[in-house]
Protein backbone atom coordinates (compact mmCIF):
# COMPACT_ATOMS: atom_id res chain seq x y z
CA UNK A 1 0.00 0.00 0.00
CA UNK A 2 1.44 3.85 -0.64
CA UNK A 3 1.43 5.87 1.94
CA UNK A 4 0.28 9.13 1.73
CA UNK A 5 3.14 11.99 2.12
CA UNK A 6 3.02 13.94 5.24
CA UNK A 7 3.37 17.70 3.77
CA UNK A 8 3.59 19.43 7.53
CA UNK A 9 7.64 19.70 7.18
CA UNK A 10 7.27 20.93 3.69
CA UNK A 11 4.81 23.25 4.68
CA UNK A 12 6.36 24.46 7.98
CA UNK A 13 9.58 25.23 5.73
CA UNK A 14 7.80 27.31 2.90
CA UNK A 15 6.08 29.38 5.63
CA UNK A 16 9.19 29.99 7.59
CA UNK A 17 10.49 31.33 4.04
CA UNK A 18 7.71 33.72 4.58
CA UNK A 19 8.62 36.16 6.44
CA UNK A 20 5.29 37.45 8.16
CA UNK A 21 5.61 41.14 10.08
CA UNK A 22 3.28 40.29 13.33
CA UNK A 23 2.94 43.94 14.40
CA UNK A 24 0.83 44.97 10.97
CA UNK A 25 -1.42 41.93 11.71
CA UNK A 26 -1.38 43.78 15.26
CA UNK A 27 -1.65 47.35 14.20
CA UNK A 28 -4.49 46.67 11.94
CA UNK A 29 -6.60 44.87 14.23
CA UNK A 30 -5.84 47.91 16.52
CA UNK A 31 -7.10 50.02 13.84
CA UNK A 32 -9.79 48.12 13.48
CA UNK A 33 -10.94 48.08 16.67
CA UNK A 34 -11.16 51.94 17.31
CA UNK A 35 -12.66 52.28 13.62
CA UNK A 36 -15.80 49.96 15.57
CA UNK A 37 -15.55 51.44 18.74
CA UNK A 38 -16.25 54.71 16.78
CA UNK A 39 -18.95 53.83 14.92
CA UNK A 40 -20.30 52.24 17.71
CA UNK A 41 -20.19 54.97 19.75
CA UNK A 42 -21.94 57.18 16.77
CA UNK A 43 -24.86 54.39 16.83
CA UNK A 44 -25.43 54.26 20.04
CA UNK A 45 -25.56 57.77 20.17
CA UNK A 46 -28.15 58.46 17.60
CA UNK A 47 -30.28 55.60 19.54
CA UNK A 48 -30.31 57.48 22.33
CA UNK A 49 -31.14 60.55 20.83
CA UNK A 50 -34.39 58.71 18.68
CA UNK A 51 -35.48 57.35 22.06
CA UNK A 52 -35.75 60.52 23.86
CA UNK A 53 -37.36 61.93 20.89
CA UNK A 54 -39.88 58.97 20.57
CA UNK A 55 -40.31 59.26 24.44
CA UNK A 56 -40.91 62.89 24.47
CA UNK A 57 -43.38 62.65 21.39
CA UNK A 58 -45.41 59.80 23.00
CA UNK A 59 -45.77 61.65 26.35
CA UNK A 60 -46.88 64.48 24.01
CA UNK A 61 -49.17 62.58 22.03
CA UNK A 62 -50.53 61.15 25.88
CA UNK A 63 -51.01 64.77 27.30
CA UNK A 64 -53.23 65.69 24.43
CA UNK A 65 -55.40 62.57 24.73
CA UNK A 66 -55.90 63.37 28.02
CA UNK A 67 -57.67 66.55 27.01
CA UNK A 68 -59.56 65.10 24.17
CA UNK A 69 -60.89 62.11 26.53
CA UNK A 70 -62.68 64.67 29.11
CA UNK A 71 -66.10 64.89 29.42
CA UNK A 72 -67.65 67.73 27.45
CA UNK A 73 -71.14 69.86 28.38
CA UNK A 74 -72.30 70.49 24.61
CA UNK A 75 -71.36 68.27 21.70
CA UNK A 76 -69.69 70.53 19.28
CA UNK A 77 -66.85 70.67 22.22
CA UNK A 78 -65.98 67.63 21.38
CA UNK A 79 -65.86 67.69 17.43
CA UNK A 80 -63.36 70.78 18.22
CA UNK A 81 -60.99 68.84 20.70
CA UNK A 82 -60.52 65.86 18.17
CA UNK A 83 -60.07 68.36 15.23
CA UNK A 84 -57.26 70.20 17.68
CA UNK A 85 -56.20 66.99 18.65
CA UNK A 86 -55.31 66.05 14.61
CA UNK A 87 -54.26 70.05 14.51
CA UNK A 88 -51.72 69.22 17.41
CA UNK A 89 -50.64 65.95 16.05
CA UNK A 90 -49.72 66.72 12.84
CA UNK A 91 -47.70 69.57 14.29
CA UNK A 92 -45.92 67.53 16.63
CA UNK A 93 -45.03 64.49 13.99
CA UNK A 94 -43.87 67.42 11.91
CA UNK A 95 -41.26 68.55 14.86
CA UNK A 96 -40.36 64.75 15.56
CA UNK A 97 -39.72 63.78 11.85
CA UNK A 98 -37.55 66.70 11.70
CA UNK A 99 -35.64 65.96 14.80
CA UNK A 100 -35.11 62.14 13.15
CA UNK A 101 -33.80 63.69 10.35
CA UNK A 102 -31.13 66.02 12.33
CA UNK A 103 -30.37 62.63 14.20
CA UNK A 104 -29.95 60.93 10.57
CA UNK A 105 -28.35 64.02 9.27
CA UNK A 106 -25.33 64.20 12.56
CA UNK A 107 -25.01 60.43 11.99
CA UNK A 108 -24.06 60.33 7.98
CA UNK A 109 -21.68 63.27 9.00
CA UNK A 110 -19.74 61.34 11.65
CA UNK A 111 -19.62 58.27 9.67
CA UNK A 112 -18.58 59.93 6.65
CA UNK A 113 -15.77 61.29 8.72
CA UNK A 114 -14.86 58.06 10.15
CA UNK A 115 -14.63 56.79 6.90
CA UNK A 116 -12.36 59.65 5.53
CA UNK A 117 -10.06 59.24 8.85
CA UNK A 118 -9.79 55.39 8.59
CA UNK A 119 -9.04 55.48 4.34
CA UNK A 120 -6.37 57.82 5.49
CA UNK A 121 -4.92 55.97 7.98
CA UNK A 122 -4.99 52.63 6.16
CA UNK A 123 -3.78 54.46 3.27
CA UNK A 124 -0.47 55.55 5.54
CA UNK A 125 -0.43 51.92 7.39
CA UNK A 126 -0.68 50.05 3.78
CA UNK A 127 2.47 52.70 2.23
CA UNK A 128 4.38 51.54 5.56
CA UNK A 129 4.08 48.26 5.44
CA UNK A 130 4.87 48.29 1.73
CA UNK A 131 8.06 50.15 1.98
CA UNK A 132 8.96 47.54 4.36
CA UNK A 133 8.21 44.53 2.59
CA UNK A 134 10.02 46.14 -0.13
CA UNK A 135 13.69 47.29 1.84
CA UNK A 136 13.14 43.21 3.14
CA UNK A 137 12.67 41.85 -0.46
CA UNK A 138 15.81 43.87 -1.65
CA UNK A 139 17.80 42.99 1.24
CA UNK A 140 16.90 38.78 0.95
CA UNK A 141 17.86 39.34 -3.00
CA UNK A 142 21.09 41.32 -2.26
CA UNK A 143 22.14 38.83 -0.20
CA UNK A 144 20.67 35.68 -2.53
CA UNK A 145 23.11 37.56 -5.13
CA UNK A 146 25.86 37.80 -3.05
CA UNK A 147 25.54 34.26 -2.20
CA UNK A 148 25.30 32.79 -5.47
CA UNK A 149 28.69 34.29 -6.59
Request: net charge neutral; hydrophobic share 45%; charged share 30%.
Amino acid sequence: MTKTPDFTKVMQDMMASFPVDSSALQNAFKTQAAMGEKLSKVALEAAEKSTEITAKWTKDTIAKLGDVSKAKTEPTDYTKSVTDFASAAAEMAAENMAAFAEVAKKVQMETVELMLAAGKDFSEDATAAVKKATAEVTSVAKKAAAAAK
